[in-house]
């Protein structure tokens, strides 16, 4: 359960984490200082763990820097609920265990600062107390989500397969 961060259609990784930090900022904490800072000049000062990123379609669209994923997460950000993601994206948020959930009704309904919770597993966004079906998360996706991410999974898998 969070409070929504609300951002709008075609939101690209650069103002997720600017490029100007990719060979400078290795750090989560000083990542997490940068997340949305070209979008959001106070949003890293305002983020509290557990909040979500809602945003319009195409979120996550531009290059495939990690860092967009990370940046937010370090943030605190629990998950990013939109309309439509770019692909990469998409697929760096499960590989970086941040969920990322296509909700469209949800998306339009939340207002910045608006109560919001996700249920994954059940497919369900609650805002401000309506419930909105997301579609359930698949189970292999939910385990790397909770394993941290595409790597930690895998050497679970690898170690589970010599045992």
């Known amino acids: 359960m969070g409070k929504v ?3 709008g259609d075609d939101v690209n990784t650069d103002v997720l984490f600017p490029g100007k930090y990719t060979y400078t900022a290795m750090e989560p904490a ?4 940068h997340a949305l800072e070209d979008l959001d000049p106070q949003f890293f000062k305002r983020v509290q763990p557990g909040d979500i990123i809602v945003a319009g379609k195409n979120f996550g669209c531009g290059s495939s820097r990690e860092q967009a ?4 997460k370090y943030a605190g950000v629990a998950a990013v609920i939109a309309v439509s993601f ?3 994206f998409y697929r760096n948020c499960i590989n970086l265990a941040l969920p990322a959930i ?3 009704e949800a998306a339009q309904v939340a207002r910045a600062g608006s109560d919001i919770s996700v249920d994954a597993a ?9 419930e909105f079906a997301a579609g359930a998360v698949p189970p292999f996706m939910l385990e790397m ?5 595409l790597i930690p999974w895998a050497q679970h898998r690898l170690a589970q397969s010599r045992s």
């Open 102 to 104: 296509s909700c469209p």
């Open 122 to 130: 059940a497919g369900k966004v609650t805002v401000d107390g309506s």
């Open 86 to 88: 770019a692909r990469i």
């Open 5 to 7: 961060f609300k951002y």
């Open 69 to 72: 994923v990370l940046a937010p």
């Open 145 to 149: 989500l909770e394993r941290g991410g």
């Open 30 to 33: 000083e990542m997490a200082q």
